[in-house]
């Protein structure tokens, strides 16, 4: 953590990835994740070769690092059809350009935390999943026991979908991965048993509504004096007969 007893204030500056940032980016991998990148994942990433990726610096750092990353995140485009949650999404499935936005990795070192850069850094990819049209979200695992970044994505309003049973092999063990979706373009799950449930009782809701109000006229109907109601009748017939009358007269004026 900055020290906050000092005037220093930082000035977060967002950017893309670049080939100088390779020796740095894969030093804070090292540092923060439990799993190990081959080199090939880092010069794809700082030449963008299939991954979109976004830094963040400091250019207000007082030992003259400003273009150091302190955080980053990583993604890639997934197409819709070989996601491994393609049932997830309501689409058009005959269309074949539909995809999502992964989130390879994402982290903030140390020193940066809690100054909101990592919900910057998803906000860039949010914005940049719903550019693309064809775009219908934004997905990740979270490692099961990793609660500060799951209480992250809850609080950045991804939906937690899916628990995954040993998804993650990590030294020796196997891990459960807690699957999230960010939803976008009107890329939106089936609905669920409980949206099901909610809908079919206000439905039912709206058809008792309607029946008792059709009763109710029934009973009034039936409380009017048999002539008033023979009365009313004859009346409507007159005026539909001036009606047709009216319309006639009309049609010849015009001829």
Same mark, same amino acid.
């Given at each position: ?5 000092s005037?220093y204030?930082?000035?977060? /500056?967002y950017?893309?990835i ?8 894969? =030093?804070?991998?090292?540092?923060l994740?439990?799993?190990?990148y ?8 700082v030449?963008g070769?299939?991954?979109i990726?976004?830094g963040?610096?400091d250019?207000?750092r ?8 302190i955080g980053? /995140? +990583?993604t890639r ?5 070989d996601s ?5 999404f ?5 269309r074949?350009?539909?995809?999502l ?7 903030? /070192? ?8 990592a919900?910057s850094?998803?906000q ?5 999943a719903s ?5 219908r979200?934004?997905y ?6 990793? =609660?500060?970044?799951?209480n ?10 899916r628990r ?9 063990r196997?891990y459960d ?10 890329g ?7 949206e099901?449930?909610t809908?079919?009782?206000v439905y039912?809701?709206?058809?008792l509504?309607?029946l008792i109000s059709?009763?109710q006229? +029934?009973?009034?109907n ?9 009365k009313e ?7 539909q007969?001036?009606?047709?009358i009216?319309?006639?007269? +009309? +049609?010849? =004026?015009?001829?």
């Open positions: 953590m900055l020290d906050s007893s005037n204030s930082p000035t977060i /500056v950017r893309p670049r080939p100088s940032d390779l020796d740095v980016l894969e =030093q804070i991998h090292i540092a994740f439990p799993i190990r081959e080199r090939e994942f880092f010069l794809d990433v030449h070769r299939g991954i990726s976004w963040a610096v250019i207000n007082p030992d003259g690092r400003d273009d150091e990353l980053f /995140v +990583t485009i997934i197409p819709g059809k491994e949650i393609e049932d997830l309501r689409y058009n499935a005959s074949n350009d539909l995809c936005l992964y989130i390879l990795t994402l982290g903030v /070192v140390e020193d940066y935390r809690s100054l909101g850069i919900s850094l998803v860039e990819v949010i914005k940049y550019s693309i049209a064809s775009c979200g934004v990740l695992h979270v490692i099961s026991y990793n =609660q500060p970044a799951i992250f994505y809850k609080k950045m309003l991804f939906r937690l979908v995954l049973s040993h998804f993650y092999y990590i030294r020796g196997h991965s807690y699957l999230f979706v960010y939803y976008v373009n009107g939106r799950s089936p609905c669920s048993p409980l099901i449930v809908a079919f009782l039912f809701r709206g058809f509504r309607m059709k009763l006229r +029934t009973k009034s039936k409380n009017l004096p048999r002539w008033y109601r023979c009748a004859n009346s409507l017939l007159v005026n007969n001036k009606r047709i009216s319309a006639d007269d +009309t +049609t010849c =004026q015009h001829v």
